[in-house]
């Protein structure tokens, strides 16, 4: 049980980097069409990707997330629910950032996960084998408050910047309709949003999750569905 504890803590903590990274860049780069305005230097990052002040949250949020499917009385709960604080889920997604960069046929993906005021910050970096140096990559800005509604993961997006082009605020609901629409049909989305039953952004700038138990525990572990 023990061993099974561990797999669902890397999943959630290692995997989700990589998983929003895939996803949210994946979405931008169809969003946007192709223009030379897009390509550019790679940016470098700012702040490393965990510091000194991650550390505690992260030891806080890590054994929340141990105490939330730890077994009452032999049995596992069939969901667990998640309340971070703002500097939790900064500290979660830092961690997540280092396993971020990934590589596709066309380049290399980095990304970068920031929590700020109830938002999800994310710099990402799509860097093209085949493009002239200089005008080889694809920087993103995004900022977005995700939510999930009706049992799928959703954003509302509130900055959105490529290259050097901003998306207007009156289109920001149709980008973020693309994306969400985009998205939806990545594998790893259907798989993953299984899990997530619920997740809100508090006042104070926290996040509540509940997460369904018995999916997460056959995606880490592929084993049996728990009753």
Same mark, same amino acid.
């Given at each position: 049980m023990?061993q099974?504890?561990?797999?669902i ?6 995997g ?5 990274a895939l996803l949210?860049?994946?979405g931008?780069i169809?969003?946007f ?7 550019e ?33 032999g ?6 629910t ?5 500097k939790?889920?900064n ?8 396993f ?5 046929k ?12 109830g ?15 200089g ?5 993103v800005?995004?900022e977005?408050?995700?939510y999930?509604?009706n ?15 901003n ?14 629409y ?6 790893? *989305? ?8 619920k997740?809100? *952004? ?5 996040l509540?999750? *509940?997460m ?16």
């Amino acid at each position: 049980m023990e061993q099974r504890k561990k797999k669902i803590l890397l999943w959630i903590l290692g995997g989700s980097g990589a998983f929003l990274a895939l996803l949210v860049l994946t979405g931008i780069i169809l969003y946007f069409s192709v223009s030379s305005r897009l390509f550019e230097k790679p940016k470098p990052f700012e702040g490393p990707v965990l510091s000194i002040e991650d550390f505690s949250p992260l030891n806080t949020a890590g054994k929340k997330i141990s105490n939330a499917f730890a077994p009452r009385n032999g049995i596992l709960p069939a969901s667990a629910t998640l309340s971070f604080t703002e500097k939790e889920t900064n500290a979660l997604l830092h961690f997540s950032s280092q396993f971020s960069s990934m590589k596709t046929k066309e380049g290399s993906i980095r990304s970068r996960f920031h929590w700020k005021n109830g938002r999800l910050c994310v710099e990402g970096c799509y860097i093209y084998k085949n493009r002239p140096k200089g005008k080889n990559a694809l920087n993103v800005y995004m900022e977005a408050i995700p939510y999930v509604d009706n049992g799928k993961i959703k954003l509302q997006l509130l900055t959105l910047k490529a290259g050097s082009l901003n998306t207007p605020g009156a289109f920001l609901g149709t980008a973020a309709n693309h994306l969400v629409y985009r998205l939806e049909k990545h594998p790893q *989305v259907l798989k993953y949003g299984k899990c997530v039953k619920k997740l809100s *952004v508090r006042p104070d700038g926290g996040l509540d999750l *509940v997460m369904d138990t018995n999916e997460l525990m056959r995606l880490a572990g592929k084993v049996p569905r728990l009753k």
